[in-house]
């Protein structure tokens, strides 16, 4: 009892930890479905299913208690792997095919919620010092080992199909670990619920403090791994209201980009939208293409535009950029209203830092030799 009482209060001071930073530094989940679903997966699993999961075998505890314990953790059990399935994937790239797989969890959680509530799914049995669970209904235990195969193969299907497309080497470390840690975490459960050893309980307890802090350490000292990895910044242009190009950089190649490299087209494209600058409901702010976003964005007062291609964009980009507007327009307001003759385009290249500092989850992490 004391054991488990000790292993629970961990997990809940851990989970809350991770409820308040998720919630306090939400700008760095991307959007507000990642942030909820987050803060669902630590009271979920860390709070609601793992202390009902451990007082479950308390035999301090009587029979018709542990019972309700039991079916409790099972629901949890259900909806937090789900949620960390569809989470991981988000991570990795966002896409509205995600939505039919949640419909797909839901559909199974729903038929083991519905076989789990049926009279005599269990029996129970008291084993030396805790209380064991049977399956009476074994499709109950099927369906539901069925369903952590389910997970697991999903979420290292994702790992290896996107793996070679996320942003950098740390990114691939990070994500390869956090996945195989708690695919580890439902084999373990998976073979509890099988043999009710209190060892793999405990195992699966201890595992999954050290996974819990792994990842709250992760997500504060990373927080760009929250933001879709397999989303990259391609090029980020600013140009003058006259068509004078100030600043350009290359995220892929992490290099300051001459006016001779950009494409033609580009630029005549860039010099119509800005012919169109003083109209603010003219002007256009987003060209979505197939694989690629082209964002604008307009500082009528100081007569600068910015352009930044992405796969696509998101709100974390939207954020990154007035960001960097504000601190650029503070860095070089005056250059900008006074503009006029020869034009010295190297005063701008303060824009460098700033960009490092704002789009820092995208830029590439060179790896040392």
């Given at each position: 009892?004391?054991?488990?009482?000790?292993?629970?209060?961990?997990?809940?001071?851990?989970?809350l930890?991770?409820?308040?930073?998720?919630?306090?530094?939400?700008e760095n989940?991307?959007?507000?479905?990642?942030?909820?679903?987050?803060?669902?997966?630590?009271?979920?699993?860390?709070?609601?299913?793992?202390?009902?999961?451990?007082?479950?075998?308390?035999?301090?505890?009587?029979?018709?208690?542990?019972?309700?314990?039991?079916?409790?953790?099972?629901?949890?059990?259900v909806?937090?792997?789900?949620?960390?399935?569809?989470?991981?994937?988000?991570i990795?790239k966002?896409?509205?095919?995600?939505?039919l797989?949640?419909?797909?969890?839901?559909?199974?959680?729903?038929?083991?919620?519905?076989?789990?509530?049926l009279?005599?799914?269990?029996?129970?049995?008291?084993?030396?010092?805790?209380?064991?669970?049977?399956?009476q209904?074994?499709?109950?235990?099927?369906?539901?080992?069925?369903?952590?195969?389910?997970?697991?193969?999903?979420?290292?299907?994702?790992?290896f199909?996107?793996?070679?497309?996320?942003?950098d080497?740390?990114?691939?470390?990070?994500?390869?670990?956090?996945?195989f840690?708690?695919?580890?975490?439902?084999i373990?459960?998976?073979?509890?619920?099988?043999?009710?050893?209190?060892?793999?309980?405990?195992?699966?307890?201890?595992?999954?403090?050290?996974g819990?802090?792994?990842?709250?350490?992760?997500?504060?000292?990373?927080?760009?791994?929250?933001?879709?990895?397999t989303?990259?910044?391609?090029?980020?242009?600013?140009?003058?209201?006259?068509?004078?190009?100030?600043?350009?950089?290359?995220f892929?190649t992490?290099?300051?980009?001459?006016?001779?490299?950009l494409?033609?087209?580009?630029?005549?494209?860039?010099?119509?939208?800005?012919?169109?600058?003083?109209?603010?409901?003219?002007?256009?702010n987003l060209i979505?293409?197939?694989?690629?976003?082209?964002?604008?964005?307009?500082?009528?007062?100081?007569?600068?535009?910015?352009?930044?291609t992405a796969?696509?964009?998101?709100?974390?980009?939207?954020?990154?950029?007035?960001?960097?507007?504000?601190?650029?327009?503070?860095?070089?307001?005056?250059?900008?209203?006074?503009?006029?003759?020869?034009?010295?385009?190297?005063?701008?290249?303060?824009?460098?830092e700033?960009?490092?500092?704002?789009?820092e989850?995208?830029?590439?992490k060179?790896?040392?030799?």
């Amino acid at each position: 009892m004391i054991i488990s009482i000790l292993l629970i209060v961990t997990s809940i001071l851990i989970s809350l930890i991770g409820i308040f930073y998720v919630y306090l530094n939400r700008e760095n989940f991307g959007d507000t479905l990642s942030m909820i679903l987050n803060i669902l997966l630590f009271l979920f699993l860390g709070i609601f299913f793992f202390s009902s999961f451990l007082l479950s075998t308390d035999v301090s505890l009587n029979e018709d208690v542990v019972l309700i314990l039991w079916y409790i953790s099972i629901i949890f059990w259900v909806f937090s792997i789900g949620i960390l399935s569809v989470i991981q994937k988000f991570i990795i790239k966002f896409e509205e095919k995600t939505i039919l797989i949640t419909i797909f969890y839901s559909l199974i959680i729903g038929i083991i919620l519905g076989l789990g509530f049926l009279s005599n799914s269990f029996t129970i049995n008291v084993k030396s010092d805790s209380y064991e669970f049977i399956f009476q209904n074994l499709l109950l235990l099927y369906l539901l080992l069925s369903y952590n195969i389910i997970i697991v193969f999903v979420m290292c299907y994702n790992l290896f199909r996107y793996f070679m497309r996320l942003r950098d080497s740390t990114s691939q470390k990070i994500i390869s670990i956090l996945t195989f840690q708690f695919c580890f975490l439902i084999i373990l459960y998976s073979i509890y619920i099988i043999t009710q050893n209190i060892t793999f309980r405990y195992l699966y307890a201890v595992f999954y403090l050290i996974g819990a802090i792994l990842a709250s350490y992760f997500m504060i000292t990373k927080p760009f791994l929250f933001i879709e990895l397999t989303n990259k910044i391609h090029d980020f242009i600013i140009f003058h209201r006259s068509g004078i190009l100030l600043y350009s950089y290359n995220f892929e190649t992490g290099q300051e980009t001459d006016e001779s490299l950009l494409k033609g087209s580009i630029l005549i494209g860039i010099n119509h939208i800005l012919s169109n600058f003083i109209d603010k409901k003219d002007q256009l702010n987003l060209i979505k293409m197939k694989n690629r976003d082209i964002i604008f964005e307009y500082d009528n007062t100081h007569g600068y535009a910015l352009l930044l291609t992405a796969n696509h964009k998101n709100k974390f980009i939207d954020k990154a950029v007035n960001s960097f507007m504000t601190k650029f327009t503070s860095l070089n307001g005056e250059k900008l209203k006074n503009l006029n003759g020869l034009i010295d385009v190297s005063e701008f290249r303060n824009a460098k830092e700033i960009i490092i500092e704002n789009f820092e989850p995208f830029i590439i992490k060179k790896p040392s030799n």
